[in-house]
């Protein structure tokens, strides 16, 4: 990550700065996204896109960059043909005194960085994940980056020595701290239908298309936390992770504590995918 874009300028990360008065450092007043790119070539960007708008009219604030000013900018900072991901980060920028409201004239800040997408060591052994009351706000469907409520509950699940949180809402399960949710039962595949209370994941939506493709029998509907845990396999999903097999949950095992044969068909259908953009 030598070189970083910030407000329309190409700069070395030592010296992007913003305002300690940004309404992004003060309230966390802003959004994110998260865009893979394999080879060198970015994944389903015009779906990133969508999602980061839907954010940003989700907090009512607008920048003027159309789908192939991102992709400049994006490809301006990746390096080479490796996997790498890109950070993007919009604030309500700079406001000359702390408040509440929003400024009369809001001047975003448009920050964005790339960095290596490394393998996740447990990938074919599978994670442990833990449950966990959700105490977040109610527009997950928002991307924001005010996200201290899930870094407490992910944290909480590695305190447990997990990798994951999956998050419990009036006794049904909805996604993890930081992916969605997926699991088999009777050899179909389920996720939580697309609400606030559930980020729409890029990595999400290929998975329900591949199902689809591949003749595999799914649906989107609402997962109960004792189906949880009965499930036969229980994935999570994320952009920079993929899928990951949740192999134990509670300290229980998933099934025989192995990655299921549905998992692997999966990720095998993901790779591929992936190969047949490049």
Known sequence: MDKVYLNGEYLPLAEAKVSVLDRGFLFGDGVYEVIPAYSGHLFRLEDHIHRLNN??????????????????IFNNLLEGDKDQSIYLQITRGYAPKRDHGFPE??????????????PFAGKFSGIKAITIEDTRWQLCNIKAITLLANILLRQEALDHGCTEAILVK?????????????????????????????????????????????QIPFKED?????????????????????????????????????????????????QAYKKSLL
């Open 55 to 72: 954010s940003l009219n989700g907090i009512r604030l607008s920048v003027d960059y159309n789908l192939a000013k991102w992709q400049e």
């Open 105 to 118: 004239h809001a001047n975003p800040t448009v920050f964005a960085m790339c960095s290596d997408i490394l």
């Open 170 to 214: 009036n006794g049904y399960v909805i996604e993890g701290a930081a992916s969605n949710l997926f699991v088999v039962i009777d050899g179909e595949l389920i996720t939580p239908p697309q609400t606030n209370e559930i980020l729409a994941g890029i990595t999400r939506d290929v998975i329900l298309e591949l199902a689809e493709t591949n």
């Open 222 to 270: 609402i997962i109960a936390l004792e189906a949880l845990q009965s499930a036969s396999e229980v994935w999570v999903a994320s952009s920079t992770r993929e899928i990951l097999a949740v192999v134990e949950i509670d300290g229980v095992k998933v099934s025989d504590g192995k990655p299921g044969p549905l998992w692997s068909k999966m990720d095998q259908l993901l």
